[in-house]
């Protein structure tokens, strides 16, 4: 433990204090095999038969009825092969009365009661929550459902989950969980230097390190910067005030900890980060912090708020990730009024990591 934190440190990691997630041991995963995804999900949930075409996965929790449930759906739609997540989320955001549409025609008494923008698998998705009764020959129960979808390759995802109203939020976390683990694997070949970024429009440089085997695109208007650290791979700059970083420490005394597992790691001691990080610099507070996924693999992000060294008020957002005994970071920094500007290009690049 105390080799972990070390680790930990080094790589000069900031955190938050986050709801506790159950043991790796407590997942199993799901890889499909037809469509390029895979996920976790609870050993103590039954694998349900999928009653939908579209279907691939299905599981429930033991709790008499199966009211409470998770399914995700995927289906292959050639029109739409060329449609970006950000365009196919646009179009949802944009046609509300579609979406109320697809709900009531699934149940004819549910209304929706929060709808937007989120992300899956580090790509632009859409949520709907919505509310409604479900009714059998001798049985009627109030529930919740919520469902996040986004699309790549012509692949439309669509993940949903439902419980009892009254038990929904005890039960929403492990939805979450499941959500921050569902990897999409490209079938495409990572763009070559100088092709178009997703969101911004701007050419990208693919960026190879010479001593791991990291590899991403970055768009070109981020410029290189010196990076005064000893684990640096890369520093790009966008304005004076955002910056991402990229670090990578090889650690062969972690040979056999697994993705997954190091993510625990790093849940597990977010509270001693924290303390560090503080006794260093009293400003910082805590954002957020969670899972989701880079390359393929499980990782962590913290966010944070604090002052730089000359007293501007900064934002910063660190993921992390293990492949083997190599452990990454990526970072990005920028002010307040910023951030949210320039975070979906930050997004971009993580979903472009490639680590062999």
Request: without cysteine; glycine residues 4%.
């Amino acid at each position: 433990m105390k080799t972990i934190v070390a680790i930990l440190l080094s790589l000069m990691a900031v955190g938050s204090v986050f709801a506790q997630q159950p043991a790796p041991s407590d997942y199993s995963v799901y890889r499909d095999e037809k469509y390029p995804f895979s996920l976790f999900y609870p050993k103590d949930w039954t694998q349900l038969q999928p009653t939908h075409a579209a279907t691939r996965f299905k599981i429930a929790k033991e709790d008499g009825l199966y009211f409470t449930d998770f399914n995700i759906n995927a289906i292959y739609v050639d029109s739409t092969k060329n449609v970006t997540p950000e365009e196919y989320v646009r179009n949802l955001i944009d046609d509300p009365q579609l979406i109320d549409a697809m709900v009531r025609q699934a149940n004819p008494t549910a209304k929706v009661v929060a709808r937007g923008r989120t992300y899956l698998n580090n790509r632009d998705a859409y949520f709907t929550k919505s509310e409604g009764s479900y009714r059998t020959i001798d049985n009627s129960v109030r529930l919740t459902v919520y469902q996040i979808t986004t699309i790549l390759e012509g692949n439309i995802y669509t993940l949903t989950f439902r419980a009892p109203t009254a038990e929904f939020d005890e039960n929403f976390p492990v939805f979450k969980f499941i959500a921050s683990s569902f990897v999409i694997r490209p079938t495409t070949i990572l763009p070559p230097k100088a092709t178009s970024s997703p969101s911004s429009g701007e050419r990208l440089t693919t960026f190879k390190d010479s001593s791991f085997p990291l590899l991403f695109s970055y768009p070109t208007h981020w410029s290189e910067t010196s990076f005064k650290s000893l684990d640096g791979r890369i520093s790009l700059r966008k304005t004076a005030k955002t910056v991402i970083s990229v670090s990578a420490k090889r650690i062969p005394a972690i040979n056999g900890m697994t993705s997954l597992e190091y993510v625990s790691q790093l849940e597990q001691n977010v509270s001693v980060l924290m303390s560090e990080l503080r006794s260093r610099d009293s400003t910082v507070r805590l954002i957020g912090s969670g899972r989701l996924s880079v390359g393929s693999r499980p990782a962590f992000y913290i966010k944070v708020s604090g002052t730089d060294s000359a007293g501007n008020s900064m934002t910063v957002s660190q993921v992390y990730f293990s492949a083997g005994i190599d452990l990454y970071m990526f970072q990005f920094r920028s002010s307040p009024t910023e951030y949210s500007e320039q975070y979906p290009e930050f997004l971009d690049i993580l979903s472009s990591v490639q680590v062999n």
